[in-house]
């Protein structure tokens, strides 16, 4: 089993920052992209950003030069930390990884609980 945990979500001022935390624990073999979505209210899943393990990073347009994605391969944990909030950034938070678990052939997407992100006006 394996399992995403995520953390740092809160209410936060426009302008302001906040910094998401996730952590894939279990019986993990390896993991490839690691990343984080958001989903506001009456829209779809939409990715923030994600990361290779070997490093590559990818951002929407929206939140390039406010946010920035990172991780500790060692620690199968990835971070999203996210400046100059605006109101349009208020959405859950997802992480997401994709993981190949011991014992298998192949790589299965996880996801993370989700938190909650608000930034006020």
């Known amino acids: 089993q394996v399992q995403l945990v995520e953390s740092g979500g809160g209410l936060v001022q426009a302008g302001g920052s906040l910094r998401l935390s996730c952590a894939a624990s279990g019986s993990i073999f390896s993991v490839n992209a690691m990343g984080w979505y958001r989903q506001a209210p009456g829209l779809q899943r939409e990715l923030v950003a994600s990361t290779t393990s070997g490093g590559s990073t990818n951002y929407r347009d929206s939140v390039k030069g406010r946010f920035t994605i990172s991780r500790d391969n060692a620690k199968n944990t990835v971070w999203l930390q996210m400046n100059s909030l605006k109101p349009e950034d208020t959405a859950v938070y997802y992480c997401?990884?994709?993981?190949?678990?011991?014992?298998?052939?192949?790589?299965?997407?996880?996801w993370g609980q989700g938190t909650q992100v608000t930034v006020s006006s």
């Open positions: 997401n990884a994709r993981i190949r678990e011991r014992g298998s052939n192949w790589y299965t997407d996880y």
